[in-house]
């Protein structure tokens, strides 16, 4: 295990020292009174402080304190009215189906946050989504969700609750590097202890090592591939490596690399058992043999009476993208990335369909999201509005596009409260009485728990988050920590740094402490070029605390690499 290095903390230590600790924000009676304010609310307008000048508005928490519910856990924003209210939800629809919530996560990879129509891309950038459109307006829009940078680091951060800077895997492993989920505690294995049939389908990518693969951290069955796409295929194809491609030499040294190469199904405690080669033929059709696979699971469980956990992480869309005969030039952008869009809108519209067509719609819990920000190195790639990629701590790295659907549970509605993936593990088990301190109990008080209990923010009417604030990591640095508009910001990625000429990514580039901190107000300039630090130095005296706690946090839990960067 190595230990947290505060060097590269040094300017977040001097913005500290210059705004001071602890001796900003409300006094404790006043927020006790302003957080009593915003409670219950329903409103997610201006909120006016007696005769005050201007307005608060719901989800902004700068000078607002947490509420502490275990010492490995984050703090959260107490909303007991709507935590009230959500449980009453709850209890109802127990009630009426005899069972806990069914729970599906659909993960999707390496698409941008305006690649979707309800994001504000779809028809408008040549690839329309109407399906995922139209389900994501009977949901909850969360417009501030956030991934980690890349895809590994945000699926163990999902099944476990954790940061990589906990779970250590700070980046992919490829072509059968070590490292992986064993021995963590993943949300498959605590919601199958709380009697869920647990399903993992598509892409896995958090350790081929046998105690990391999907059967024994959790799951009742997987169908899909250990990896990640490319991997199976770039080196296959000619028009993309031929110096691999046409050299039988260097081929035969990838097929002998400690990776799996196929499409594998295996049952829980079980060894893998070989479905299909992924060649650049296999390939094509991936995505619509694990939607066939996820069809037959949900029509399984019809009428039962235990309720499900479905990880659903599609193929699409990381390239290589090969797009089967029936999506080939579907898109009217007519690219292999924009027809894998419509394809993916297809294939999430099917699995809604049958949920409709086995009465367990209104009894399941839906999330989609992405696992980080669009691959900008590689073209044709995904869409956001905001700066940076996949690889980078820049909002287009990891804010993705995120939303969740319940049926008769979920308002329609659009929210920019804070929301981070580990979000999900925690809310799951809010939602079968795991909750409070208990959560953190769950996962061994040695460990940190980062994921929030999100329920009452997606259940009550016009819900606030209760989330403060989100930590951005690259590798094991802390990069920058967001509360409401503003995000202070202590490590850069310049796309530019190394390579003038050329695609650039988040893996692209150079990363470099800044001077003295920098900070942005992400509704002024999501593009986060212009540092309004200095000219809104009150604004950052509130954040300065924030970040003081990430870093007394990360004294108390030292981090765990498994999987790191080289020379990190």
């Not at 694990?290 to 479905?310: E, H, I, M, N, T």
Request: proline letters at 6%; hydrophobic letters at 35%.
């Amino acid at each position: 295990m190595r230990r947290f290095r505060t060097n590269g903390l040094a300017q977040c230590a001097a913005v500290a020292l210059i705004l001071g600790s602890g001796q900003f924000g409300l006094a404790p009676a006043a927020a006790s009174q302003a957080t009593g304010e915003v409670r219950g609310s329903g409103d997610a307008g201006p909120i006016k402080r007696g005769d005050k000048p201007g307005y608060d508005y719901q989800d902004q928490y700068i000078g607002i304190p947490g509420k502490r519910l275990a010492d490995n856990m984050e703090p959260i924003v107490d909303h007991p009215d709507q935590t009230s209210e959500a449980q009453r939800k709850l209890a109802a629809l127990e009630k009426r189906t005899g069972k806990k919530p069914n729970i599906i996560v659909f993960i999707l990879d390496d698409v941008g946050w305006m690649d979707f129509g309800f994001n504000g891309g779809g028809e408008s950038i040549g690839s329309p989504t109407p399906d995922v459109d139209r389900i994501a307006a009977q949901g909850l829009n969360l417009t501030s969700a956030y991934s980690q940078p890349s895809c590994s680091p945000t699926r163990a951060s999902l099944l476990t609750g954790q940061l990589p800077i906990h779970h250590g895997l700070l980046r992919p492993p490829m072509y059968g590097q070590p490292g992986g989920l064993d021995g963590k505690t993943t949300i498959a294995k605590l919601l199958s202890a709380q009697g869920y049939v647990t399903q993992a389908i598509g892409k896995w990518h958090v350790g081929e090592n046998e105690g990391s693969q999907p059967q024994n951290v959790g799951f009742d069955d997987f169908r899909g591939f250990l990896s990640v796409s490319d991997m199976y295929t770039e080196w296959r194809d000619p028009h993309f490596n031929p110096e691999i491609a046409y050299s039988p030499t260097r081929t035969e040294m990838i097929e002998k690399a400690p990776f799996n190469k196929y499409d594998v199904h295996v049952a829980k405690g079980g060894k893998i058992e070989e479905v299909g080669l992924i060649t650049l033929d296999y390939v094509k059709d991936l995505d619509q043999r694990w939607a066939d696979y996820a069809v037959d699971f949900l029509r399984k469980q019809k009428g039962s009476k235990k309720p499900f956990f479905l990880y659903y992480g599609t193929r699409g869309c990381h390239f290589d993208n090969y797009p089967n005969a029936h999506y080939a030039g579907r898109s009217p952008a007519r690219n292999d990335y924009t027809d894998c869009i419509v394809e993916m809108n297809d294939i999430f519209a099917r699995l809604h369909r049958t949920l409709e067509e086995t009465g367990e719609l209104e009894n399941t819990l839906i999330f989609l999201t992405s696992d980080n920000g669009p691959e900008a190195e590689v073209e044709p790639h995904g869409r956001t509005p905001f700066r940076g990629a996949k690889g980078s701590t820049w909002e287009g790295g990891v804010r993705v596009p995120t939303f969740a659907y319940w049926k008769g549970m979920i308002e329609p509605r659009r929210s920019d409260g804070l929301f981070d993936l580990t979000d999900i593990f925690t809310t799951s088990l809010g939602l079968v009485g795991v909750r409070g301190a208990a959560a953190g109990d769950a996962i061994g008080k040695a460990n940190y728990l980062t994921g929030i209990d999100q329920t009452s923010f997606l259940l009550a009417k016009d819900g606030a988050s209760n989330r403060r604030s989100i930590a951005y990591f690259w590798g094991n640095r802390l990069a920058a920590v967001r509360m409401d508009e503003f995000k202070i910001q202590f490590l850069a990625h310049d796309s530019f740094g190394t390579t003038p000429n050329g695609n650039h990514g988040g893996f692209t580039g150079t990363v470099a402490q800044t001077a003295g901190g920098m900070m942005y107000n992400l509704y002024a300039n999501p593009q986060e070029d212009s540092s309004v630090a200095i000219r809104h130095i009150p604004a950052a005296a509130g954040l300065a605390p924030e970040v003081n706690r990430y870093q007394e946090m990360l004294r108390k839990y030292p981090p765990n690499v498994v999987v790191n960067f080289t020379g990190q």
